[in-house]
């Protein structure tokens, strides 16, 4: 073996190694975008179950608790029951419970007519096509629609993989992407 060949053989392994070192820096950030991506889904389904195993008990939908996007989560009272000056318990009444929650938010809900849920909102979209769409197009159109409601990308994530859940929005995923369709 010549010298020459020797150095064009060197340079080729030297090139090979190069291109391979490159190639696996590539798959190993793809590799940690992909695992942060299931830290999220993991984070997201954990929510969910959370969720089932708290409204278990509920069968009728309508009877779940709803809550407004603007309302804030105030403290639950520690008693149903109230002290009378004579010093027994009674019930509270449901115009005692209302008389006592008088926090702002609450108080502001009641004089508007109750938003529509944004699960509704997202089903009524998606009835519109027959191809997947991705979550940021339904909440692109979202905000066009609906310019009082400003959910969070992460919310319309939220939301429609809790109606995938329950059985009425199907998941299709295509490479890294997601995207959701109506069931019908």
Do not use: C, W
Request: net charge positive; hydrophobic share 30%.
């Amino acid at each position: 073996m010549t010298s020459q060949s020797a150095a064009a053989l060197r340079s080729r392994y030297v090139e090979q190694a190069a291109s391979d070192l490159e190639e696996n820096r590539r798959l190993q950030q793809e590799l940690k975008e992909r695992i942060s991506m299931l830290k999220q889904e993991e984070a997201l389904l954990r929510d969910i179950i959370s969720l089932a195993e708290r409204y278990e008990g509920f069968t009728d939908a309508s009877r779940l608790p709803e809550q407004s996007q603007d309302e804030q989560v105030a403290a639950k009272p520690k008693s149903r029951t109230k002290q009378t000056p004579a010093g027994d318990t009674s019930r509270r009444t449901s115009s005692a419970k209302t008389a006592s929650a008088g926090t702002p938010a609450k108080a502001a809900a009641e004089g508007k007519p109750r938003q529509a849920l944004l699960g509704d909102l997202l089903m009524k979209l998606l009835g519109k096509y027959e191809e997947p769409r991705l979550a940021k197009e339904l909440r692109d159109e979202l905000l066009k629609k609906h310019p009082d409601r400003n959910p969070t990308p992460q919310v319309v994530r939220n939301t429609l993989e809790s109606l995938v859940a329950k059985g009425r929005v199907q998941r299709h995923k295509q490479q890294r992407s997601v995207m959701y369709t109506l069931v019908k």
